[in-house]
């Protein structure tokens, strides 16, 4: 079955810094990413789509230049938490689908903690 | 506001017993999807049910869609332990829109 591959499955970074994670969809071609961010207790938040090669669709309130998003090639998606604070630490978890009706696979999520 | 609305929000039942899970959504969809997610885990897609189905299988889940209701159903029958964890439906109009979770714990 569709696999995509998360990494790393968790970070602790100091404030200030920036931290990338991963997106790989391992044995098909994702035409569309999306990234959530879920916080304690609470469902999933979508904070952006991106299709491949071009630039990621933000929901409303997710900050542009916080959260950067790149999905250069079918296969790859990054999403950067530039400057981190601790109100960024959070569970990211990314998912993928090669078209609306295959269904979405989801990364194993990305534990984020900002010190 | 979110799209997919689950109840009840929290579900305790014997190991054995059946567990019934709702679902209620806004606008039209082209598909419905129900997930697991362990806790502090990753998502775990359970089943997709299309929007012209009105009642798929798999395995112990059963699931069900009423467009004119615009509701779906996920029946997990003969439950297990292994079972207990938070499950989302999750619609789809070109994106996925989150409800909140139904939280199941499934007593030995």
């Known amino acids: 079955g569709a696999v995509v591959s998360q990494h790393p499955s968790w970070v602790i970074c100091k404030s200030g810094t920036s931290v990338k994670i991963e997106c790989r969809s391992l044995?098909?071609?994702?035409?569309?990413m999306f990234w959530y961010r879920q916080f304690p207790k609470q469902s999933l938040m979508l904070m952006a789509t991106?299709?491949?090669?071009?630039?990621?669709?933000?929901e409303q309130g997710v900050e542009k230049d916080k959260f950067l998003i790149n999905h250069a090639s079918l296969t790859l998606s990054t999403l950067t938490v530039t400057s981190a604070h601790p109100e960024d630490s959070s569970f990211y978890i990314c998912s993928a689908t090669g078209g609306w009706d295959y269904g979405y696979t989801f990364g194993s999520g990305t534990r984020l903690t900002v010190v | 506001s979110q799209q997919g609305e689950e109840d009840p929000q929290a579900l305790s039942i014997q190991e054995g017993e059946n567990a019934t899970m709702n679902c209620s959504y806004k606008t039209s969809i082209n598909n419905l999807q129900w997930y697991r997610q362990n806790s502090g885990r990753g998502l775990v897609h359970l089943i997709l049910?299309?929007?012209n189905e009105r009642e798929k299988h798999s395995g112990r889940l059963r699931v069900t869609l009423d467009t004119s209701k615009k509701s779906s159903s996920l029946l997990i029958t003969a439950s297990r332990a292994a079972d207990t964890a938070s499950y989302f439906c999750a619609t789809d109009n070109y994106q996925l829109i989150w409800g909140a979770g139904t939280k199941l714990i499934i007593k030995p």
């Open positions: 991106s299709n491949e090669g071009s630039k990621a669709t933000y």
């Open positions: 044995d098909f071609q994702a035409t569309t």
């Open positions: 049910i299309r929007s």
